[in-house]
Protein backbone atom coordinates (compact mmCIF):
# COMPACT_ATOMS: atom_id res chain seq x y z
CA UNK A 1 0.00 0.00 0.00
CA UNK A 2 1.31 3.62 -1.25
CA UNK A 3 0.25 5.62 2.22
CA UNK A 4 2.07 8.70 1.03
CA UNK A 5 -0.51 8.76 -2.22
CA UNK A 6 -3.35 7.85 -0.46
CA UNK A 7 -2.53 10.17 1.67
CA UNK A 8 -2.47 13.09 -1.14
CA UNK A 9 -5.67 11.60 -2.73
CA UNK A 10 -7.58 12.18 0.82
CA UNK A 11 -6.27 15.23 1.34
CA UNK A 12 -7.44 16.25 -2.63
CA UNK A 13 -11.33 14.47 -1.41
CA UNK A 14 -11.06 16.29 1.81
CA UNK A 15 -10.68 20.08 -0.67
CA UNK A 16 -13.82 18.16 -3.04
CA UNK A 17 -15.48 17.79 0.19
CA UNK A 18 -16.16 14.02 -0.70
CA UNK A 19 -15.59 11.53 2.63
CA UNK A 20 -14.81 8.67 -0.50
CA UNK A 21 -13.97 8.26 -3.85
CA UNK A 22 -15.09 5.17 -5.69
CA UNK A 23 -11.94 4.81 -8.48
CA UNK A 24 -12.97 2.50 -12.20
CA UNK A 25 -10.15 3.79 -14.17
CA UNK A 26 -7.77 0.57 -14.38
CA UNK A 27 -4.51 2.76 -14.07
CA UNK A 28 -5.44 4.92 -11.36
CA UNK A 29 -6.56 1.79 -9.51
CA UNK A 30 -2.91 0.35 -10.70
CA UNK A 31 -0.95 3.40 -9.38
CA UNK A 32 -3.03 3.48 -5.63
CA UNK A 33 -3.16 -0.23 -4.70
CA UNK A 34 -0.78 -1.50 -6.82
CA UNK A 35 -3.26 -4.37 -8.71
CA UNK A 36 -2.87 -4.97 -12.23
CA UNK A 37 -6.39 -6.23 -12.98
CA UNK A 38 -7.87 -3.22 -12.67
CA UNK A 39 -10.50 -3.31 -15.21
CA UNK A 40 -12.21 -6.08 -13.56
CA UNK A 41 -12.14 -4.08 -10.38
CA UNK A 42 -12.63 -0.88 -8.25
CA UNK A 43 -11.49 0.93 -5.87
CA UNK A 44 -13.90 2.55 -2.61
CA UNK A 45 -11.42 4.92 -0.68
CA UNK A 46 -12.06 6.87 2.47
CA UNK A 47 -10.30 7.72 5.77
CA UNK A 48 -11.82 4.62 7.12
CA UNK A 49 -11.32 1.90 4.96
CA UNK A 50 -9.13 0.69 1.66
CA UNK A 51 -11.04 -1.72 -0.48
CA UNK A 52 -10.85 -3.05 -3.57
CA UNK A 53 -14.04 -4.39 -5.58
CA UNK A 54 -12.87 -7.51 -7.60
CA UNK A 55 -14.49 -10.96 -8.91
CA UNK A 56 -13.18 -14.55 -6.74
CA UNK A 57 -11.29 -15.06 -9.89
CA UNK A 58 -8.64 -12.13 -8.61
CA UNK A 59 -8.39 -13.17 -4.78
CA UNK A 60 -4.83 -14.71 -4.87
CA UNK A 61 -3.46 -11.91 -7.50
CA UNK A 62 -5.48 -8.96 -5.13
CA UNK A 63 -3.95 -10.83 -1.78
CA UNK A 64 0.03 -11.30 -3.56
CA UNK A 65 -0.29 -7.26 -5.19
CA UNK A 66 -2.73 -5.53 -2.65
CA UNK A 67 -0.80 -6.06 0.88
CA UNK A 68 -3.24 -4.00 3.63
CA UNK A 69 -6.53 -3.63 1.35
CA UNK A 70 -9.55 -5.45 2.17
CA UNK A 71 -11.09 -7.87 -0.61
CA UNK A 72 -14.76 -7.65 -1.32
CA UNK A 73 -15.92 -10.52 -3.80
CA UNK A 74 -18.52 -8.98 -5.82
CA UNK A 75 -19.62 -9.73 -9.76
CA UNK A 76 -19.62 -6.31 -11.63
CA UNK A 77 -21.28 -3.93 -11.05
CA UNK A 78 -21.72 -4.69 -7.76
CA UNK A 79 -24.06 -2.23 -6.39
CA UNK A 80 -25.35 -4.33 -3.66
CA UNK A 81 -21.71 -4.08 -2.39
CA UNK A 82 -21.47 -0.91 -3.04
CA UNK A 83 -24.69 0.18 -1.32
CA UNK A 84 -23.39 -2.02 1.75
CA UNK A 85 -19.81 0.00 1.47
CA UNK A 86 -21.26 3.40 1.42
CA UNK A 87 -23.58 3.79 4.18
CA UNK A 88 -21.42 5.24 6.03
CA UNK A 89 -20.58 8.13 3.88
CA UNK A 90 -22.63 11.06 2.80
CA UNK A 91 -20.68 11.90 -0.27
CA UNK A 92 -19.32 9.80 -2.82
CA UNK A 93 -17.07 10.90 -5.64
CA UNK A 94 -17.00 9.11 -9.30
CA UNK A 95 -14.41 9.50 -11.83
CA UNK A 96 -16.74 11.21 -14.33
CA UNK A 97 -14.25 10.76 -17.28
CA UNK A 98 -14.23 7.18 -17.16
CA UNK A 99 -17.38 5.45 -15.70
CA UNK A 100 -20.71 5.80 -18.23
CA UNK A 101 -23.07 7.69 -17.68
CA UNK A 102 -25.82 4.54 -17.09
CA UNK A 103 -23.69 3.91 -14.18
CA UNK A 104 -23.37 7.16 -12.99
CA UNK A 105 -27.45 7.11 -12.95
CA UNK A 106 -27.51 3.62 -11.41
CA UNK A 107 -25.24 5.02 -8.40
CA UNK A 108 -28.11 7.69 -7.77
CA UNK A 109 -30.69 5.56 -8.12
CA UNK A 110 -29.58 2.80 -5.69
CA UNK A 111 -27.35 4.25 -3.15
CA UNK A 112 -28.25 6.13 -0.05
CA UNK A 113 -25.18 8.39 -0.40
CA UNK A 114 -24.70 11.94 -2.68
CA UNK A 115 -22.62 10.62 -6.07
CA UNK A 116 -20.38 13.40 -6.91
CA UNK A 117 -18.90 13.73 -10.73
CA UNK A 118 -15.05 14.42 -10.36
CA UNK A 119 -12.16 14.69 -13.32
CA UNK A 120 -8.78 13.99 -12.57
CA UNK A 121 -7.95 14.01 -9.40
CA UNK A 122 -5.78 10.86 -9.40
CA UNK A 123 -4.22 11.86 -12.83
CA UNK A 124 -2.84 15.16 -10.93
CA UNK A 125 -1.07 13.64 -8.69
CA UNK A 126 0.06 11.37 -11.36
CA UNK A 127 1.83 13.96 -12.90
CA UNK A 128 5.08 14.16 -11.19
CA UNK A 129 6.69 10.79 -11.26
CA UNK A 130 8.37 9.20 -8.34
CA UNK A 131 11.68 7.78 -8.61
CA UNK A 132 10.51 4.20 -8.85
CA UNK A 133 8.34 5.83 -12.08
CA UNK A 134 10.81 7.05 -13.69
CA UNK A 135 13.43 3.57 -12.77
CA UNK A 136 10.35 1.72 -14.60
CA UNK A 137 10.22 4.67 -17.34
CA UNK A 138 13.99 4.72 -18.12
CA UNK A 139 13.73 1.00 -18.25
CA UNK A 140 11.53 1.44 -21.50
CA UNK A 141 13.16 4.01 -23.00
CA UNK A 142 16.52 1.79 -22.97
CA UNK A 143 14.48 -1.22 -24.69
CA UNK A 144 13.16 0.87 -26.89
CA UNK A 145 16.42 1.69 -28.31
CA UNK A 146 17.63 -1.56 -28.47
CA UNK A 147 14.73 -2.36 -30.72
CA UNK A 148 15.93 0.66 -32.68
CA UNK A 149 19.50 -0.40 -33.25
CA UNK A 150 18.47 -3.78 -33.93
CA UNK A 151 15.54 -2.85 -36.41
CA UNK A 152 18.10 -1.28 -38.12
CA UNK A 153 20.15 -3.99 -38.79
CA UNK A 154 17.20 -5.50 -39.84
CA UNK A 155 15.60 -3.22 -42.66
CA UNK A 156 16.07 -3.55 -46.08
CA UNK A 157 14.32 -2.92 -49.43
CA UNK A 158 11.03 -5.72 -50.27
CA UNK A 159 9.73 -5.99 -47.25
CA UNK A 160 6.66 -5.07 -45.98
CA UNK A 161 5.50 -2.45 -43.44
CA UNK A 162 3.58 -4.99 -41.46
CA UNK A 163 6.65 -7.12 -40.92
CA UNK A 164 8.53 -4.54 -40.09
CA UNK A 165 6.12 -3.43 -37.68
CA UNK A 166 5.37 -7.56 -36.44
CA UNK A 167 9.09 -7.58 -35.86
CA UNK A 168 9.32 -4.57 -33.87
CA UNK A 169 6.62 -6.12 -31.83
CA UNK A 170 8.58 -9.21 -31.14
CA UNK A 171 11.80 -7.30 -30.18
CA UNK A 172 9.72 -5.42 -27.73
CA UNK A 173 8.67 -8.19 -25.63
CA UNK A 174 11.74 -9.80 -26.41
CA UNK A 175 13.60 -7.18 -24.79
CA UNK A 176 11.37 -7.14 -21.55
CA UNK A 177 8.15 -5.20 -22.08
CA UNK A 178 4.95 -7.40 -21.66
CA UNK A 179 3.23 -5.63 -24.33
CA UNK A 180 3.13 -2.67 -26.59
CA UNK A 181 2.08 0.82 -25.24
CA UNK A 182 0.38 1.55 -28.76
CA UNK A 183 -0.62 0.34 -32.02
CA UNK A 184 3.15 0.16 -33.23
CA UNK A 185 3.36 3.01 -36.74
CA UNK A 186 5.86 1.70 -39.45
CA UNK A 187 4.18 3.69 -42.72
CA UNK A 188 6.74 4.37 -45.82
CA UNK A 189 6.53 6.94 -48.24
CA UNK A 190 2.85 8.27 -49.09
CA UNK A 191 1.89 6.28 -46.25
CA UNK A 192 4.61 8.10 -44.14
CA UNK A 193 1.77 11.42 -44.70
CA UNK A 194 -0.74 9.58 -41.95
CA UNK A 195 0.94 10.29 -38.42
CA UNK A 196 -1.31 7.02 -37.12
CA UNK A 197 -1.20 5.20 -40.48
CA UNK A 198 -1.65 1.61 -40.09
CA UNK A 199 0.99 -0.89 -41.43
CA UNK A 200 0.44 -2.47 -44.33
CA UNK A 201 1.35 -5.05 -47.02
CA UNK A 202 3.41 -2.14 -49.23
CA UNK A 203 6.95 -3.44 -49.80
CA UNK A 204 10.02 -0.46 -49.78
CA UNK A 205 11.65 0.38 -51.93
CA UNK A 206 14.69 2.64 -52.62
CA UNK A 207 14.39 6.32 -51.81
CA UNK A 208 11.48 5.35 -49.52
CA UNK A 209 11.20 7.25 -46.49
CA UNK A 210 10.17 4.72 -42.87
CA UNK A 211 8.85 6.57 -40.05
CA UNK A 212 8.45 4.23 -36.83
CA UNK A 213 6.89 5.45 -33.84
CA UNK A 214 7.20 2.53 -30.95
CA UNK A 215 6.76 1.47 -27.79
CA UNK A 216 6.17 -0.97 -24.70
CA UNK A 217 4.76 -1.12 -21.42
CA UNK A 218 7.55 -2.01 -18.79
CA UNK A 219 6.13 -2.85 -15.31
CA UNK A 220 3.19 -1.32 -16.16
CA UNK A 221 5.09 2.29 -17.60
CA UNK A 222 4.81 3.15 -21.46
CA UNK A 223 8.17 3.55 -23.37
CA UNK A 224 7.39 6.33 -26.37
CA UNK A 225 9.77 7.03 -29.57
CA UNK A 226 9.85 7.81 -33.32
CA UNK A 227 12.70 7.18 -36.16
CA UNK A 228 12.06 8.34 -39.92
CA UNK A 229 14.92 6.64 -41.76
CA UNK A 230 15.39 6.45 -45.68
CA UNK A 231 16.36 3.59 -47.64
CA UNK A 232 19.69 4.12 -50.24
CA UNK A 233 19.93 7.36 -51.69
CA UNK A 234 17.50 10.32 -49.98
CA UNK A 235 16.89 12.89 -52.54
CA UNK A 236 17.54 16.33 -51.88
CA UNK A 237 13.85 17.45 -51.30
CA UNK A 238 13.50 14.77 -47.97
CA UNK A 239 17.03 15.87 -46.59
CA UNK A 240 16.36 19.68 -46.10
CA UNK A 241 12.80 18.55 -44.77
CA UNK A 242 14.71 15.84 -42.47
CA UNK A 243 17.03 18.76 -41.12
CA UNK A 244 14.65 21.15 -40.45
CA UNK A 245 12.23 18.97 -38.84
CA UNK A 246 14.83 17.70 -36.60
CA UNK A 247 15.99 21.36 -35.92
CA UNK A 248 12.41 22.26 -34.32
CA UNK A 249 12.59 18.89 -32.74
CA UNK A 250 16.00 19.90 -31.11
CA UNK A 251 14.57 22.89 -29.71
CA UNK A 252 11.49 21.86 -28.45
CA UNK A 253 13.95 19.68 -26.39
CA UNK A 254 16.57 22.58 -25.61
CA UNK A 255 13.75 24.37 -24.11
CA UNK A 256 12.28 22.07 -21.82
CA UNK A 257 12.32 22.09 -18.03
CA UNK A 258 10.89 23.10 -14.66
CA UNK A 259 8.57 26.40 -14.93
CA UNK A 260 8.26 26.69 -18.31
CA UNK A 261 4.54 26.74 -19.71
CA UNK A 262 4.00 24.02 -22.05
CA UNK A 263 2.55 25.67 -24.91
CA UNK A 264 5.37 28.09 -24.81
CA UNK A 265 7.35 24.53 -26.02
CA UNK A 266 4.66 23.97 -28.46
CA UNK A 267 4.82 27.74 -30.04
CA UNK A 268 8.64 27.98 -29.92
CA UNK A 269 8.54 24.38 -31.95
CA UNK A 270 5.72 25.64 -34.30
CA UNK A 271 7.81 29.16 -34.99
CA UNK A 272 11.00 26.96 -36.10
CA UNK A 273 8.69 25.03 -38.88
CA UNK A 274 7.07 27.96 -39.85
CA UNK A 275 10.52 29.71 -40.72
CA UNK A 276 10.37 27.13 -43.75
CA UNK A 277 6.87 27.31 -44.57
CA UNK A 278 6.14 24.11 -42.81
CA UNK A 279 4.18 24.65 -40.16
CA UNK A 280 0.87 23.91 -42.55
CA UNK A 281 1.90 20.50 -42.37
CA UNK A 282 2.57 20.11 -38.71
CA UNK A 283 -0.92 18.84 -37.81
CA UNK A 284 -0.87 17.70 -34.28
CA UNK A 285 0.57 18.78 -31.07
CA UNK A 286 4.34 19.07 -29.81
CA UNK A 287 3.89 16.41 -27.19
CA UNK A 288 2.28 14.42 -24.19
CA UNK A 289 2.82 13.17 -21.07
CA UNK A 290 4.00 9.97 -20.77
CA UNK A 291 3.42 7.46 -17.53
CA UNK A 292 0.90 4.55 -16.37
CA UNK A 293 -0.53 5.69 -20.06
CA UNK A 294 0.77 6.40 -23.42
CA UNK A 295 -1.33 9.65 -23.28
CA UNK A 296 -1.68 11.76 -20.89
CA UNK A 297 -1.27 14.77 -18.66
CA UNK A 298 0.63 16.83 -19.40
CA UNK A 299 -0.23 18.09 -22.82
CA UNK A 300 2.72 19.85 -24.94
CA UNK A 301 -0.61 21.69 -27.04
CA UNK A 302 -1.58 25.67 -27.81
CA UNK A 303 -4.02 25.52 -25.72
CA UNK A 304 -2.39 23.78 -22.51
CA UNK A 305 -2.37 25.75 -19.32
CA UNK A 306 0.20 23.67 -17.03
CA UNK A 307 3.45 24.74 -16.27
CA UNK A 308 6.06 22.14 -16.59
CA UNK A 309 7.42 20.70 -13.84
CA UNK A 310 10.37 18.48 -12.38
CA UNK A 311 9.90 14.87 -12.51
CA UNK A 312 7.11 15.47 -15.28
CA UNK A 313 7.25 12.90 -18.54
CA UNK A 314 6.36 14.03 -21.91
CA UNK A 315 7.19 13.23 -25.54
CA UNK A 316 8.38 16.14 -27.70
CA UNK A 317 7.93 15.11 -31.65
CA UNK A 318 7.02 17.49 -34.37
CA UNK A 319 6.51 16.18 -38.15
CA UNK A 320 5.46 16.88 -40.99
CA UNK A 321 2.82 14.95 -43.27
CA UNK A 322 2.73 16.24 -47.08
CA UNK A 323 -0.17 14.28 -49.11
CA UNK A 324 1.26 12.66 -51.88
CA UNK A 325 4.78 13.17 -50.82
CA UNK A 326 4.96 11.25 -47.05
CA UNK A 327 5.90 12.53 -44.04
CA UNK A 328 8.70 13.05 -40.94
CA UNK A 329 8.49 12.23 -37.55
CA UNK A 330 11.35 13.00 -34.69
CA UNK A 331 10.41 11.85 -31.08
CA UNK A 332 12.12 11.36 -27.64
CA UNK A 333 10.72 11.33 -24.34
CA UNK A 334 12.30 13.08 -21.53
CA UNK A 335 12.62 13.83 -17.67
CA UNK A 336 11.93 17.40 -16.99
CA UNK A 337 14.44 18.63 -14.46
CA UNK A 338 15.10 22.13 -13.00
CA UNK A 339 17.78 22.78 -15.19
CA UNK A 340 16.75 20.92 -18.11
CA UNK A 341 15.81 17.46 -19.35
CA UNK A 342 16.76 13.91 -18.71
CA UNK A 343 16.66 12.10 -22.30
CA UNK A 344 14.94 8.69 -22.07
CA UNK A 345 15.30 7.68 -25.70
CA UNK A 346 18.96 7.93 -26.96
CA UNK A 347 18.72 6.95 -30.38
CA UNK A 348 20.65 8.54 -32.98
CA UNK A 349 18.94 11.20 -34.48
CA UNK A 350 21.12 12.36 -37.24
CA UNK A 351 19.40 11.54 -40.74
CA UNK A 352 19.87 7.03 -41.11
CA UNK A 353 20.26 5.96 -44.71
CA UNK A 354 19.30 2.21 -44.78
Same mark, same amino acid.
Given at each position: ????? #??????????? $????? #???????????S?????????L #?????????????????????????????????????? #????????K???V????????????????? =???????????????????????????????????????????L?????????A????????????????? =???A???????????????? $????????? &????????????? &????????????????????????????????????????? =???????L???????????????????????????????????????V????????????????????V????????????????????
Amino acid at each position: MNKER #LAKLLLSMENN $QIDAL #LVSKPENIRYLSGFTGGSDARL #LISDRENCILSDNRYWEQVTLECPGWQFWEVKPPGYNE #LRKLSQPYKRMGVESHYITYQFFMDLQSIL =DVKIVALSGLIEKLRLCKEESELECLRTAGQIGDAVFKDICGFLKAGQSEMQIANQIVFWLKEKGCNKEAF =DTIAVSAENAALPHGQPGKR $QIKAGDMLT &MDFGGFYQGYAGD &MTRTVVFNKPDNHFRENYLKVLEAQQLGVSIIKSGVPCREV =DQAVRNCLKKYDLDQYFIHSTGHGLGLEIHEQPRISPVSEILLLENMVVTIEPGIYIPGWGGIRIEDSVIVKSEGCELLTHSDKNLIII
